[in-house]
């Protein structure tokens, strides 16, 4: 494991001038000073670089004083072009005056709150009254974010706000990225909003963001406070919360035990019987767990009541079910051990399948709820017993159980059964004293009014800023406070919400923790919900090639925000997708007091979007769906999505004569530098260039789609000319931007597009 420092500049000696001597190995550290002998210290140095922290260990070192006389230790410098190998290049434009600092070496083996950037005293004291007035246990000073891309980027901007809200100052917690080297490659936006990273393995997930054992010796060695798991990756491995706890590091998440005992979608489907919460006929319908015992953990000769673990038992299961039936693996999701079959023949052909995806995993099967609504319910739960429902989504538009689009709150079911929705979760979760936050899923039958518990998501969901628009809660900071040990009574934004005196948000925490008192969550109503929030997800997917996942860089990427609609991405211009990012990129929300308002102004911040690179995106192909008559009246299901699809039903399209023009127009001027460079080198040897060199004339051929076209090009002068193709003629030009972009122009004769070739 290494960690690195990028550094400003400096000098050696008693505020002299004298250089620092570099080393001749990586461009990114040079060793200054010291001897073999200090190779080895264990201690975490952190600097400020722009906006950027870096944590560095394991080099040797040299003691130089600042402006003020302190002694620092320095250790590296960095560039500020990827391809330099000139270390000494440094992003002098990037750096003020307040960030040329270095931490001092007497803060190393003292008190960790000093090693942490943007820190100070008072800071820290800030931190620890809040936690002491509104009754918590432990304060939370730094914390770990052991996830990368769209997690990241959203729970430091929500910490990051919360802060400063709270504290006055957006640095009072400190916050520390895991870094691979292919996020560094792509310049991913969580490192460089972090406060500090760690360079931690590359490649698959189980190399870094999910290896437990890694997350811990990073937590170890930046000594955070807590580590929060994002979504996906380690955030619902049951070794996480216990190897944590082991360290006496706080885990902001649920205990192992509620994890496993809901995380499992077995074990939650058990104890959804046992606490009245309706499922759907599955293989277990038939377990019962005996009264009085505990749901925590459920005996094994139970658990394996319900799961099948052959295909003749599978069949024999569906059988009794019904089909159309689901076979699922208990650890799967995000579309993985997942099969839908219809008949016996399909079970034999895909058990198999199911049991290959999610090796290890117990199987189960369960009866489709044809043409059903995805419903869930957010939950925010403290270490008191105290559970409370922020409100309810709609995640029901679904590419292969993957989702598309969420909004809230939940407008296809009445509002009596949505609050039953919202009591079921909260006996659920309590059952197995869950603590932090938790989405509990149901499938709704828009033809009965009926509802099944589906599972119950033990960590945040991707979706969560749905809840916070509606419900006016910051769902990342709320989990800090659950973390530092603060009762939900004591939080402002949950006594807001359920309409208690609170004096504003969290600003407002010395007012309200001293008249702050408990209140009973099962009698309390809470305010309702603000509107409506639909969200999107802006995926790397190339929706004209089955979704096929695309990765590549990213020229240009904007967003206009507006004030109903925003957006945030984990790359940024000039960043890029790797082949192991997940394909989700970017969520934009927009807000409205109706349905129908929230969805047009969707329409309208989709439109807004400007990306440039090698990827393909979802976001044409999402517009249109959110044009579709079906969704716009509410009509869909959870498999509408896929039966458009199947279809073959396809995004509208620019004009063909666009991508024939704009084709021919790219081609025609990357290629004139070319033509120009060799004609002037014959010229150049005294020689006659051949006559089939021409910086006029020159013919282009193009096959879009199938269909091929051929284009003769005139250029008439510097970023003119004149396409002729089918007795049809278009004047354009074409002007060459900043960042390589081209803006091209063209006038179009009524004949050039009546006519393909």
């Known amino acids: 494991m290494e960690m690195r420092a990028l550094v400003s500049s400096c000098s050696t000696g008693n505020g002299g001038s004298d250089p620092i001597s570099l080393t001749n190995g990586s461009p990114w550290i040079t060793t200054v000073g010291g001897g073999a002998s200090t190779m080895d210290r264990e ?55 307040a960030q040329r600092t270095v931490l001092p070496a007497e803060s190393i083996n003292g008190d960790k709150s000093a090693v942490e950037p943007g820190r100070n005293d008072v800071t820290v004291s800030e931190v620890d009254e809040f936690c002491k007035a509104l009754g918590g246990k432990r304060p939370i000073h730094s914390i770990l974010v052991a996830t990368n891309g769209m997690a990241a980027v959203k729970f430091i901007r929500s910490i990051r706000t919360w802060a400063y809200q709270t504290f006055g100052s957006e640095k009072s917690i400190s916050l520390v990225a895991m870094a691979t080297t292919e996020d560094m490659r792509i310049n991913a936006e969580h490192i460089r909003i972090a406060d500090q990273f760690v360079e931690v393995p590359g490649g698959t997930n189980n190399n870094n963001y999910a290896n437990v054992q890694l997350i811990v010796e990073m937590a170890e060695a930046t000594r955070v406070d807590a580590v929060w798991p994002g979504w996906g990756h380690a955030s619902e491995n049951p070794e996480l919360p216990d190897a944590l706890r082991a360290k006496g590091i706080i885990f902001l998440g649920p205990p192992a035990t509620s994890m496993v005992a809901l995380g499992d979608k077995i074990g939650s489907s058990l104890i959804a019987q046992a606490a009245d919460v309706p499922t759907l006929p599955w293989s277990g319908s038939h377990v019962k767990i005996p009264p009085g015992s505990s749901l925590v953990t459920i005996p094994e000769e139970i658990y394996k009541k319900a799961c099948v673990y052959t295909t003749e038992e599978a069949i024999a299961s569906c059988q009794v079910v019904g ?17 839908k079959v219809h008949n016996d023949d399909e079970v034999r052909a895909l058990f198999k399948q199911v049991q290959g995806e999610v090796p290890g995993s117990p199987i189960f099967i369960m009866k489709v709820a044809s043409e059903s609504r995805h419903l869930e319910v957010q939950l925010l739960c403290d270490q008191y017993g105290n559970v409370s429902a922020l409100h309810s989504r709609d995640c029901s538009v679904q590419r292969r159980h993957q989702k598309i689009i969420e909004e809230g709150p939940i407008t296809v079911a009445p509002q009596e059964t949505v609050k039953k929705l919202e009591q079921a979760a909260r006996r659920l979760a309590k059952s197995v004293n869950y603590v932090g936050a938790a989405t509990v899923e149901y499938l709704y039958s828009m033809d009965t009014g009926e ?10 969901q991707v979706e969560h800023p749905v809840t916070e628009w509606i419900a006016e809660i910051n769902l990342p ?25 609170h004096s504003g948000g969290y600003d407002s925490w010395r ?38 996942p695309t990765s590549g860089k990213i020229q240009e990427l904007s967003f206009k925000s507006k004030p109903n609609v925003w957006a945030y991405f984990s790359v940024k211009s000039g960043g890029g997708i790797h082949e192991f990012s997940d394909s989700q990129f970017g969520h934009v929300f927009a ?46 299901h959870t498999g509408w999505l896929d039966s458009r699809i199947a279809m073959r039903v396809r995004a509208e399209r620019p004009p063909w004569y666009l991508s024939v023009v704009g084709g021919a127009l790219h081609k025609a001027s990357t290629t004139s530098a070319a033509v120009v460079s060799d004609y002037v080198g014959y010229l150049e040897k005294g020689q006659i260039p051949p006559k089939h060199i021409s910086l006029v004339h020159s013919q282009v051929s193009l096959n879009i789609e199938g269909t091929k076209y051929t284009i003769d090009v005139v250029r008439g002068g510097s970023g003119s000319y004149r396409l002729r193709m089918n007795n049809s003629e278009v004047v354009s030009e074409i002007h060459t931007l900043r960042d390589g972009g081209l803006l091209m122009q063209a006038s179009f004769l009524p004949l050039f597009y009546t006519t393909r070739q």
């Open 511 to 548: 007012q309200t923790s001293v008249a702050a008192f408990p209140f009973d969550f099962d009698e309390a109503d809470s305010i309702r919900p603000k509107g409506h929030c639909v969200a999107v997800r802006v995926t790397s997917e190339d929706p004209d090639d089955g979704f096929k």
């Open 591 to 636: 807000f409205g007091e109706s349905r129908a308002m929230a969805i047009a102004n969707m329409v309208l911040g989709l439109k807004e979007i400007q990306i440039r690179g090698e990827i393909r995106t979802n976001v044409d192909y999402t517009i249109d769906l959110l044009h579709a008559s079906d969704y716009r009246e509410n009509k869909i």
């Open 451 to 460: 509802y099944y518990f589906l599972e119950l998501n033990p960590r945040l």
């Open 43 to 97: 201690f975490p140095l952190t600097v400020k670089l722009g906006s950027s922290m870096r944590a560095f260990k394991g080099v040797s070192t040299t003691t130089v004083l600042s402006r003020t006389k302190q002694q620092f230790p320095l250790v590296c410098l960095a560039r500020n072009n990827a391809n330099s190998t000139d270390p000494t290049s440094f992003w002098e434009n990037d750096i003020s005056e």
């Open 323 to 339: 089909y159309p039936a689901m076979i699922k693996a208990s650890w799967g999701g995000g579309g993985k051990g997942i099969r």
């Open 477 to 501: 900071a709320a989990q800090v406070a659950v973390g530092m040990g603060i009762p939900l009574w004591q939080i402002p934004e949950i006594r807001r919400f359920y309409g208690i005196k």
